[in-house]
């Protein structure tokens, strides 16, 4: 086994490139990678931080191939300021 066929040649991506292909804030991003919900990044050098180009792609694939699953929305009338009236209390204040 030759010394080339030992190691492989991954490609990585810096920053820009990763916001190119994810359209996600970079905290967002970060707080995934700390949850382990995204590819790590990791440094080649003290300022320059680079994520695995492969481990992205198949992230992206594995988000395509999922359902999105929704939040849902937020019972308006329970806030503590500014609750939604029902419409009967509406009617009785007007």
Avoid: N
């Avoid at 030992?6 to 359209?23: D, S």
């Avoid at 990678?33 to 792609?57: K, T, Y």
């Avoid at 198949?58 to 329970?78: G, I, M, N, T, Y």
């Amino acid at each position: 086994m030759s010394h080339s066929d030992q190691f492989t040649l991954r490609k990585t991506i810096r920053r820009h490139q990763l916001r190119e292909m994810v359209p996600l804030a970079d905290s967002t991003i970060y707080e995934m990678e700390q949850r382990g919900e995204f590819p790590r990044r990791f440094a080649l050098s003290p300022r320059c931080i680079v994520w695995d180009l492969a481990e992205v792609q198949a992230w992206l694939e594995s988000r395509r191939a999922a359902p999105v699953k929704r939040a849902k929305h937020p019972d308006v009338r329970q806030r503590k300021t500014r609750p939604v009236k029902a419409p009967d209390q509406a009617q009785a204040a007007s």
